[in-house]
């Protein structure tokens, strides 16, 4: 969840500042991890740093371990009662069902986004063709017959989709993740607040 250019540029910043630091500390008079420097130590390993042209055009200079975008894993359980939907969502999570043949884009949820987080209620994803399209996992669609890659999770009790929706099973771990992405991510309107797409997904065995 959040701006995954900035956290990969972050992160190759502060990759580069500890190898510098590693290189260099002994050399300016630093002992200790790179996280147990003081504010003046800080100070003279960053002037070093820019001082030195072959480590300064590697990157940025950043000390600060950044933020990880990932904010842990959801684990779902999948109904029996659903044999069909169940074995088209796991092998679109798992990549199975290979490519596309209009898009010629993978038919898989891995780097996939929650389009619509609407909260209090769901949040939805799958869109894998275009990406614009608590607890309980249900295939969404837009009227009969149109069950595809689109799926939803409920946020909280959702009475009024019963009876409308194909549910899949339900979030046996990583209810945490969800109420993070209710307080962080949604809004009334289903428009995120913030990007949420899945990092990776598979099949626990």
């Not at 959040?2 to 190759?12: F, K, V, W």
């Not at 009969?144 to 046996?172: E, M, W, Y």
């Not at 307080?183 to 997904?201: F, H, I, K, Q, Y």
């Amino acid at each position: 969840m959040g701006d995954a250019e900035r956290a990969q540029a972050e992160l190759t910043a502060f990759n580069v500042t500890t190898e510098f630091f590693i290189a260099k500390s002994a050399q300016l008079g630093l002992s200790g991890s790179l996280q147990e420097q003081n504010e003046d130590a800080l100070e003279l390993l960053q002037e070093s740093f820019e001082a030195d042209p072959a480590w300064s055009k590697k990157g940025s200079f950043l000390a600060k371990e950044p933020h990880s975008c990932n904010i842990g894993r959801l684990i779902i359980e999948t109904d029996k009662a659903a044999p069909n939907a169940v074995e088209n969502f796991t092998k679109l999570c798992t990549g199975e069902k290979g490519v596309g043949k209009a898009s010629g884009k993978a038919l898989h949820y891995k780097g996939c986004a929650f389009h619509r987080i609407v909260q209090g209620f769901c949040c939805q994803g799958g869109d894998i063709t275009r990406g614009d399209g608590s607890g309980v996992v249900s295939m969404a669609n837009s009227g009969k017959n149109s069950n595809s890659s689109q799926f939803f999770i409920t946020l909280a009790a959702a009475p009024q989709c019963d009876g409308k929706h194909v549910v899949l099973g339900r979030v046996t771990g990583g209810s945490e993740v969800l109420q993070k992405i209710n307080l962080e991510a949604a809004s009334s309107d289903g428009r995120p607040r913030t990007r949420v797409w899945m990092l990776d997904c598979g099949v626990l065995n």
